[in-house]
């Protein structure tokens, strides 16, 4: 009964898909990873790239399209590519973190991406995860609507991708290997990026300032995507107000600001109107900086908002942009208030029972240096070395299959199912806390999730080692943000706060420093889905985890067959 009723819902949605995608289109594209000379900030680096682009290709989809990337590995370095924020229903091979979905494509190497784009709208990117190749290895991925469909706001005249990115005058994979060979944090970046472009206020780097342009009159669309690899970023346009309508290809109901915040990972669709008088004016991002004594770059990128109809610069007097002002470095108070604007467009469906009640704490450790490591491993604060961790487990990546393969074929001993759905130890996590909590244990520990589950996960900050805004990035879902606060989460005085109407849906949330984000999702999507902070010094660290969520019953419920060129380890 049960498999003929499975049988009939699977021949409605084959007919119901057919039907409605009947102007669905097939894209393929090819991108070769590889190494490239780019120049910036007066020096010339071997950069890898895809298809010597950088950032790389733009790829625009429609609602509904399938995409196939074919990726070829070029470059000396393992690499995968991750689709940020598709949802991958049913094809988590196609999803890319190294060691969860696939192992690496190594060098000489390819492997195809095939997925469709199903109910999402909106503005997301894709980039390399793998180690910090993603630092220069990616690009925007934007979907339009269906075709003959609208947006549910002014049609904008222009669209223009906005990539914030940062840019080590270095090779950025040494940047890194020399952090986890001492134990220390890495060295700060030396400039972000619009565009790829670091913008007039760097030397050596008035020549490729990127232009955006407008014209009187005109309503535009920015879509603002953080690529940035460790740094959170307020971004601003002087003179003008950005109308937010989107974020993380998810729509919202429209508010109004001057200045937005972006974790990395998230993207913000903004409107902006041609209002002000036809000069030139700069757009700009810098460091939201939450984390107490830590260095972190506090140099400034822009980009040029130039009316078309301004006067035309002539050689060597050109007008000087007008500069906007942004928040302080440290401005908690602009990022809360912001990120309160945030309401889906109208009432949702939230779950409102919940199967799954799991409470993760999110913060940093120290290890204390194992005695057979010399000192120069040990370079992190007074001789030990910088950790992260979930609910203590300071998650460890398998080397030799991925945690969905050794799912898939039942392979043992790669992964253990014991991820505690509540912290091991009850402590109060944004207080002063004790020493002798500080040092995390190392593990491979996932949470499985049954299919359909009703999932909410409180996401609670600790201001172990220090607090910091982490922006928690979880694969394969969209999920709903219901609440946010200061402080430690207190299910008996903030549940009754939850906003169960119409809470913004997103695929990363910015956790406030040293407080706290409760999400809820429904898992409707089988798979194995890292769930992780996207500071990728983080990730390093071990601040990840990963939710395996069982096929359900009947085809549409599981995941398909892994493709036949997966690469192996
Ligand atoms: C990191 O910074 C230090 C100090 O400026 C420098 O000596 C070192 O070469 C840098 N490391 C890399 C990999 O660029
Ligand atoms: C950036 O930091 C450096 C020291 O790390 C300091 O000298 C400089 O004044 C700071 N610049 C700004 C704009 O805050
Ligand atoms: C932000 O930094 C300034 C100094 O740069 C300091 O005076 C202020 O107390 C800081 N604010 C917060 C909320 O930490
Ligand atoms: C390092 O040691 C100094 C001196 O004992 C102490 O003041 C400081 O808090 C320590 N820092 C950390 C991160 O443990
Ligand atoms: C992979 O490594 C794990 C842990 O080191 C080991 O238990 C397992 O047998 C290995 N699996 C394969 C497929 O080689
Ligand atoms: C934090 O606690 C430690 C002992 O547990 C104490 O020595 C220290 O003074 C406290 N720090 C603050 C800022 O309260
Ligand atoms: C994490 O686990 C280690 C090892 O058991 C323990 O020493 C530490 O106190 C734990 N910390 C927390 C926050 O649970
Ligand atoms: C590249 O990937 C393979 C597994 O496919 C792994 O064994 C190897 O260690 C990786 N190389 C690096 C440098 O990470
Ligand atoms: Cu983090």
């Keep these: 009964m049960e ?82 924020g598709i949802r991958q229903m049913r094809t988590g091979w196609a999803d890319g973190p190294e060691f969860v979905t696939q192992c690496p494509i190594r060098p000489g190497e390819s492997y195809t991406y095939r997925f469709t784009i199903q109910g999402q709208e909106g503005t997301l990117w894709w980039h390399a995860h793998s180690s910090w190749l993603r630092a220069t290895v990616y690009g925007a991925l934007i979907i339009h609507p269906r075709e003959g469909e609208a947006y549910p706001f002014t049609k904008p005249k222009r669209e223009t991708p906005i990539l914030l990115g ?47 342009p407008i014209d009187s009159g005109e309503t535009n669309l920015l879509r603002v995507i953080n690529a940035a690899l460790n740094q959170p970023l307020f971004f601003t346009v002087a003179n003008h107000k950005l109308t937010v309508v989107g974020a993380d290809a998810s729509y919202l109901k429209p508010f109004t600001t001057n200045v937005i915040m972006l974790g990395p990972g998230q993207t913000t669709d903004v409107l902006i109107q041609g209002d ?34 301004a006067p035309c610069p002539t050689k060597g007097s050109s007008i000087k942009p007008v500069m906007p002002s942004l928040p302080a470095y440290n401005d908690t108070n602009t990022v809360t208030a912001f990120s309160k604007s945030f309401r889906s467009p109208r009432k949702v469906e939230v779950p409102a029972e919940i199967d799954d009640n799991l409470f993760f704490t999110i913060g940093l ?78 593990g491979t520990k996932v949470t499985k999730l049954k299919f359909g589950s009703r999932v909410q996960i409180v996401l609670q900050d600790t201001s172990i080692v220090t607090p910091e805004n982490h922006p928690i990035h ?36 910015a956790v406030p420093v040293n407080g706290w984000a409760v999400i809820r999702f429904v898992a409707d999507n089988p798979g194995a889905w890292i769930m992780h902070c996207h500071l990728d010094v983080h990730i ?30």
């Excluded at 903030?494 to 906003?499: A, I, L, R």
């Excluded at 990963?546 to 380890?569: A, H, R």
Aim: proline content about 7%; overall charge neutral.
């Design 365 to 442: 450790g120290l290890n204390n240096c194992p005695k057979n490591f010399n000192a120069n491993q040990c370079q992190g604060p007074n001789g030990t070395r910088f950790t992260a961790s979930m609910n203590n487990v300071s998650f460890v990546l398998p080397n030799n299959v991925s945690i969905l393969q050794a799912h898939h074929l039942g392979v043992q001993g790669v992964f253990t199912t014991d991820f505690p759905t509540q912290p091991p130890v009850k402590f109060d996590y944004t207080g002063n806390v004790s020493r002798s909590l500080w040092q995390p244990v190392q």
């Design 540 to 569: 390093g660290w071990g601040l990840a985890t990963v939710l395996l969520v069982d096929n359900g019953v009947g085809l549409l419920q599981s995941i398909e067959p892994p493709p036949e060129d997966l690469p192996l380890c």
């Design 276 to 309: 002000q008088p036809p000069t030139r004016y700069y757009m700009a991002a810098r460091a939201y900086q939450s984390a107490q004594n830590a260095p972190f770059d506090n140099t400034t990128t822009t980009a040029i908002l130039e009316y078309k109809s």
């Design 166 to 212: 940062e840019w080590w005058d270095a090779n950025p994979i040494d940047v890194v290997r020399q952090a986890t060979q001492t134990g220390a944090a890495p060295n700060t970046s030396d400039a972000y990026t619009i565009n790829g472009q670091p913008g007039d206020l760097y030397k050596c780097s008035s020549q490729g300032t990127t232009i955006v």
């Design 474 to 509: 979880l694969h394969g879902y969209d999920f709903y943000i219901v609440a946010e606060g200061f402080g430690n989460f207190d299910p008996n005085k903030d549940t009754s706060k939850f906003n169960l109407v119409d809470p913004p849906m997103r695929n990363t949330v």
């Design 3 to 84: 498999a003929l009723k499975t049988l009939f819902l699977a021949i409605f949605v084959v007919l119901a898909s057919a039907l409605y995608s009947a102007n669905a289109k097939i894209q393929e594209h090819e991108f070769v990873i590889q190494a490239t000379p780019v120049k910036r900030l007066c020096n010339t680096h071997s950069t890898i790239t895809v298809n010597g682009q950088f950032p790389g290709p733009t790829l625009e989809v429609n609602n509904g399209d399938t995409l196939v990337v074919k990726v070829t590995n070029k470059a000396r370095y393992n690499v995968t590519i991750h689709w940020h």
